[in-house]
């Protein structure tokens, strides 16, 4: 009589040269792992063609469920946003789940299996489109979607956003009209349709003033981190062609810019200007207080929830588009 034994967690931790405990993580869909370490505890499952446990999904019990994806919850920006949808789902009793995404949208199989399920009520994107394919293609077509902040207008989905060209024009404008000549320019990714779209409006602004366009003063940043864009900072700073006025896409960049300038001994505004883009809280408390374009962040999180509900409760969204005004604000630092 043929005696087939059938694999066990132990010979699958033999297999990937990992502990059980790992394992056992990896099959219970816990966030602590990384992504290389379960990719190889699956791949050993697989070669011993060993049953992998499907997720354990939460029972629809009337309860409302709305997810929201993020890419940071360490960055300050989003907090005003979050707020704001909270506000709307709280009033209209649905409860919000956020969800940090990974890098360039690497959502765990477990994350994209939730999406596949009938759980949410609906779904709010911060997080580059770019990323979020993975997550599409998983969301079942029926699902109402908003895009937040970041969004792609080819998506059939309606987003909520500024009009970040137009706002990085206005910001350099500002800085051109105070006597700026050499205006640098500290941006994010352009994979983002933020950096894109506002170093097409400071160029453009470049242009249309007659100003040299020195591709030697626009950094890309591929996270928004204090001590990265520290460092560009004093690279600028201490070039022999400092720049007179530094326009940056985040408020954190700004106060970056500034601690350099301090470290260095230079005077703001008076040595170099200083623009940031969000106004997050920290902006007015710098030293000195920043100029910076206004993100009306609660209004973007409150508007794209107030869609979303919309598109919940089978009505048509509240529009396609909705591109919300962002003001510079002018403080010190210009």
């Not at 066990?8 to 869909?29: F, K, M, W």
């Not at 699956?42 to 499907?54: C, F, H, Q, V, W």
């Not at 759980?119 to 993975?134: H, P, Q, R, S, V």
């Not at 700026?180 to 400071?202: P, V």
Request: with cysteine; charged share 20%; glycine share 4%.
């Amino acid at each position: 009589m043929l005696n087939i034994t059938k694999p066990t967690i132990h010979d699958v931790a033999r297999e990937a040269g990992v502990s059980t405990a790992t394992v056992s993580r990896v099959l219970n869909h816990k966030d602590n792992v990384s992504e290389h370490v379960e990719a190889r505890v699956l791949e050993a499952a697989k070669r011993l063609s060993y049953r992998i446990p499907g997720p354990v999904f939460p029972q629809r019990t009337g309860t409302h469920l709305v997810a929201v994806v993020a890419p940071s919850l360490s960055n300050p920006f989003y907090n005003d946003i979050l707020d704001g949808i909270q506000s709307v789902l709280d009033n209209n009793d649905y409860n919000m789940v956020i969800i940090q995404s990974k890098s360039k949208g690497n959502f765990r199989a477990s994350t994209l299996d939730f999406f596949r399920q009938d759980i949410f009520d609906g779904l709010i994107t911060l997080e580059y489109a770019d990323n979020m394919k993975n997550l599409y293609a998983a969301v079942n077509p029926s699902l109402p979607v908003v895009q937040c902040c970041e969004y792609d207008e080819n998506l059939p989905y309606p987003y909520v956003g500024i009009d970040d060209y137009q706002a990085a024009y206005n910001a350099v404008s500002l800085l051109y009209h105070t006597g700026r000549r050499r205006i640098a320019f500290l941006n994010s990714t352009r994979r983002s349709m933020y950096g894109r779209k506002r170093e097409n409006g400071y160029r453009d602004a470049l242009l249309h003033y007659s100003l040299t366009l020195d591709e030697s003063l626009i950094y890309h940043l591929t996270t928004i981190n204090f001590d990265v864009a520290l460092s560009v900072a004093y690279r600028l700073l201490t070039d022999a062609g400092r720049p007179d006025a530094i326009f940056a896409v985040s408020d954190i960049y700004a106060i970056a810019v500034t601690r350099a300038a301090h470290d260095l001994g230079l005077r703001i505004p008076e040595d170099v200007a200083v623009m940031g883009f969000d106004n997050i809280s920290m902006a007015a408390m710098n030293e000195p207080p920043l100029t910076t374009v206004n993100m009306p962040r609660y209004d973007i999180g409150s508007t794209s929830a107030a869609s979303l509900i919309r598109l919940i409760n089978q009505h048509s969204a509240l529009s396609q588009g909705v591109i919300l005004a962002a003001d510079v604000v002018v403080r010190s630092s210009t």
